[in-house]
């Protein structure tokens, strides 16, 4: 298979308005993916499964990712002005990468039997703007998938055909793979509790601090 | 006396007052996405005409005992033909992903084992294999030799129970699944000699196996080897020609390969399609290009097809298990470098699959430098091979449905992990 | 001929039917509990803590370290170290909990252990009719000496007391020449008795 470049070179000649991005892999597996914006993701994906050279005809796997607000500190070296005098402060620069939530697709080919080609879409942000576009009308096989990726994690995928939780059951609130996702209070006796089992369990002892 | 025969109602596609939002009493099947745009199904419902009646809506499960698990299909009914089918579980959901991303890499092993619990050594060896690829090690020879053999020794018992399974369904009350149940017994007193548990094994590890071969294990699994043949030409002689089973399972359940590879199916299911995709040949993983094995395939599609594979298929496995049994090398059994406690793998993700008796099992991992995962995904090929059972099923009997959901092989453990 | 296929089935079934009165590979069923099958020397159940020698207490090779109890991936081993009036911690447990309804057979709490202290016993007939309290195992009835797992685990019992001694030795070879040194400033070296 070609390479992640050779693919994002002729994806973007033969899609017009396409923005792709590569996104790099730090581990020794080194399988790179591409980044794909939800409004040309059907386009690309009809173009990955056409394509003679490519004929990725498989999605294996179909997931969802949740990444939180991540706040980075940053020491940097500054030159400043204090008291007259230009001295070199360092200080701490805070970076707050905003949230949000990736569908992410495992594609292979079983006609020419290579891949894997990792392709993700994101979302904009966590609480109210998490559409993205779904693959379902390509990939038969994401249906349930995706489904799962919206019962769980909670994103909107725009032409599902049957989007409803699958796992969970119909009237369930909240999306249980969330980061912050809390759990209800449901109390059950436990004879050996430590750490965070502990910590809930207190709650719930009499006054003494023992069961 | 001439009777008028009354013209019969044109039944609309969905009955009078039907909509598709939830109702809050009852349940309301949703819309096919096979009669949306750009979805063809194979076959079409046939409702004889004159014969039209109210449709009715049943749940066949799941409480059922011919559903493998707690697994519910709501189906739409016209008589006895199956007009729509919507699998709904989660009966069995223990958000399995979330617990692995609250314990080390190493605690999640005994978790994977209860995945597919009828064959958990392959579960086993698909998550050594993807922490494998994320963190770089290792395997020396004589465990992958091992890890073949455990394999396939899953392959066969997960094969064979099928296939009593199966029978069960169709109403043969017990007896092929006694004889497969014997064959199995043997090979889980197999494992409870090397591993120390006869399912829930916890073999593997990240970077080889956990303890060495017990003396005396492999001269058992040559003698098992040599007996199980015979045990397939008696299975054989008692299935492959039966009428019944010829009658119920022939032209039944039909599946197109282009249909097939549209729904990521992988496994069995798909080879009997006709589509030549193993990944034990495919991705060439462990060392399965030393073995010289082949591949069957299917002409139909249809459920006889997918069980004569899987007898197909055992046969195949007995052959790879002689080969691994005449050329075991000794040697260490794990990666030196591979540390049980305090495994931190570098930032990055990893996707590893193998072909495990059911389909294509995956597992997704994303580290973030921590003893714990951030994100740790299973692919279920049970859950994926379901996405096609509506299709496979409209037009035919609830009884034929009950015989296609018994070829799919599912098991609920991996279903809703 | 239509009916072939099932008469062939049927001759299967009765050569198995009439094979079960005779032919051992045929007759799987053991009448439990009048017989038992052997178990596999490897075969586990849940744990126990080894202790050497006779006294339960003082030979408990457990000192406490609380590895096992944070490697147990459903955390079900509590354990509470043991202090003296001081406050000073002693190298031995004083509760050693295991609660058996949870524990899941694993064998990471005996992977990981540095001492050997606990290992995989094998009796599985632990029934009992107290959801609670029956279950929750404490160190008294956990602690079983080491003569009784070398019974059941033989060949790992043998292994694991070939390295506790080759270990001892070398403790004590290491002791030797730092207990010699403000002995005698002479050449010869007393002998330690061993």
Redesign the interface.
Known sequence: METLEQIKVRAEAAISGVRLELLANGSVATQSSMLVDPTHAIALATFLRDDPELRLDYASNVTGVDWPDAVTKEKVKIKRVIEGVEKEVEETIERTRPGYLEAVYHLYSMELKHGPLVLRQRTENRTDRVHVASLTPIYRGAEFQEREAYDLYGIQFDGHPDLRRILMWDEFKDYPMRKDYVEPDDYEYEPTPHDEVLEKAQRHYPEGGQP | MSEQLQEPDLVPPHPPGWTEE?VADGFSV??T?SE?P??QISQRAEVRPGLEGEYLEVAIGPHHPSTHGVFRMDAVLDGERVMKLKPV??YL?R?H??IAEM??Y??????TDRLDYFCSLTNNWAYALTVE????LQVPERAEYIRVITAELTRLLNHVCLIGFLTHDMGALG?PLM?AF?ER?KIL?LF??????RM?C?YMRFGGC??EL?SGWLEAVRLLVDGFPRFLD?FD??????????ARTQGVGILSAA?A?????TGPMLRASG?N?DIRK?DHYGIYDRFSFRVPLGDHGDVYDRYMIRVLEMRESLEILKQALRDIPGGPIIDPKAK??NFK???????G?IESPKG?L?F?I??DGSANPY?Y?V?PPS??N???LEDMCLGHTVADTVVILGAVDIVMGEV?R | MLGTGMIKGMVETARNFAGSYFEPERMPTIEYPDERQKLPENSRSFPFLVFDGEDPEKGLRCVACKICEKECPPQCIYIILERDEKGKAQKHPRTFDIDVSVCMSCQICVEVCPFDAIKMDTSFELSTDDRFEGLLIHKSSLAKSNDYYRGIHPTEAEEVDARLAAEKAKAEAKAKPVAAKPATPAPAAKPVPA
Not at chain 2, 192 to 197: C, I, K, P, Q
Not at chain 2, 261 to 265: A, C, E, Y
């Open positions: 939830k949703p819309a996405p949306q750009g979805f579980f989660g959901h958000n992903e979330k314990t080390t190493l605690g999640s092993m005994p978790y690829k994320l963190a770089g007896t004889y014997r017994e007193d409870e000699s090397l591993t120390g548990a829930m916890n956990r303890v017990p008696e002689n008692l299935l492959s020609t039966n009428e019944i089973i010829l249909k590879i549209n729904s990521s199916v589509v995709y495919v049980l406690r793998p570098k930032v990055g993700e990893a996707y699959r294509e995956g997704y994303i580290s994100r995904r692919r859950m994926i379901l996405t096609i809703d």
